[in-house]
């Protein structure tokens, strides 16, 4: 398998979906390998209609969207470590999904958007500006002004994260599984575009990034 | 089993985490009746060493605490509807508890404060305004003020709840399970205490609720 995923000029992978596909491959125990890009590259892969990463090559088959990527690797692989296991796994996945977009990237984007632009390759640098300051309204250097102010709300809402990692190792339990693996690649993303230290400097959420950074690389 | 509860001075049931154990009896078939108490009242239950509800009295045991209350009567009744559903499931409530607190109970608690200071049975209402002052550091009349401006945030925190209950019925899927009662009884406490329309006005959340409603009482 190949995934097709977007790189920063440093090599330094950009996309939190594509994070996503990574770990969700390795609990599948597949192996993989990953295939850079640059955002303007992206409609030279396959037939050229896809518009967005992760684009996972099968051998056959082209997969895309991180959460339908990882429902078909359940599908195709039924008898390896489930990602969703289950119907209410599936459930809390999808409510992990919208928690993310809505209490991480939402709230952060605009804070590490320039420092994200900074590390691009200088193909892509053009079509983020534009692309991304449409999105936030703003130029890319306006919005993140007064970032560290904006830090204590951030944290607060993480509060529902932090209090089930207070009881337990991992958000599926015991063990990692799909939904662990959609908010982790948030923080990584955030580690990997950014200097800014957006993570709580101590408790439950950086000894659960340390122990799946341990078990999945 | 009886089930004491508070009520108001007009009999309203005022605490939500009392409707999560009704709903949780209702889920598990189980027959109940329900003993309603003031504030005021709670430490003449049992041997005098509650402080808060749900009480339940299964007939020789005193349960309390509702999330534990619900663990209890899976592992009592194995062969009725599960209310958690296994570890992912068990996860997900956990989470929703959290989440619950975090973005329905704080940020609507002091904009109805004083509505439900007016629905106290009167011998409670001394006792409800010194300690829920003290908790919002705030008169309650002072913590309600702009709550109107208010709503639109709260309802945008909403927006994971929303986004999973456009693609399924219930969060636990097809069917209700406990983390559906958890979220669903903090709306519940809301409508009870507050003529004030918190909800938001269309869409998945309160077309959820009304399923749950025709369902489980």
Chains 1, 2 share one sequence.
Not at 145 to 162: I, N, S
Request: include cysteine; glycine fraction near 10%.
């Amino acid at each position: 398998m190949i995934l097709y995923e977007v790189a920063g000029a440093d090599d330094r992978r950009l996309s939190p979906y594509c994070w996503r596909v990574k770990w969700a491959l390795a609990h599948k125990g597949l192996a993989f390998e990953t295939a850079p890009l640059a955002y303007t590259q992206i409609a030279t892969v396959g037939d050229g209609s896809f518009t967005r990463v992760p684009i996972l090559d099968t051998g056959g088959e082209w997969w895309i969207e991180s959460f339908d990527i990882a429902r078909r690797l359940d599908a195709a692989y039924p008898d390896r470590p489930s990602l969703m296991r289950g119907e209410s796994g599936l459930s809390f996945a999808r409510f992990l999904d919208g928690w993310t977009e809505s209490m991480i990237h939402n709230p952060t984007f605009g804070m590490v958007a320039a420092d994200m632009w900074g590390r691009l390759q200088e193909v892509d640098k053009p079509y983020f500006r534009r692309s991304r300051e449409s999105f936030l309204g703003v130029p890319l250097e306006v919005a993140e002004e007064g970032r560290a102010e904006r830090l204590p709300a951030f944290h607060e809402g993480l509060a529902p994260l932090a209090t089930l990692l207070a009881g337990q190792p991992f958000l599926g339990g015991d063990g990692p599984d799909y939904g662990d693996y959609i908010v982790a690649s948030a923080f990584r993303w955030l580690a990997v575009v950014s200097d800014l230290n957006l993570l709580p400097s101590a408790g439950p959420i950086p000894a659960w990034l340390a122990r799946l950074a341990g078990r999945c690389g």
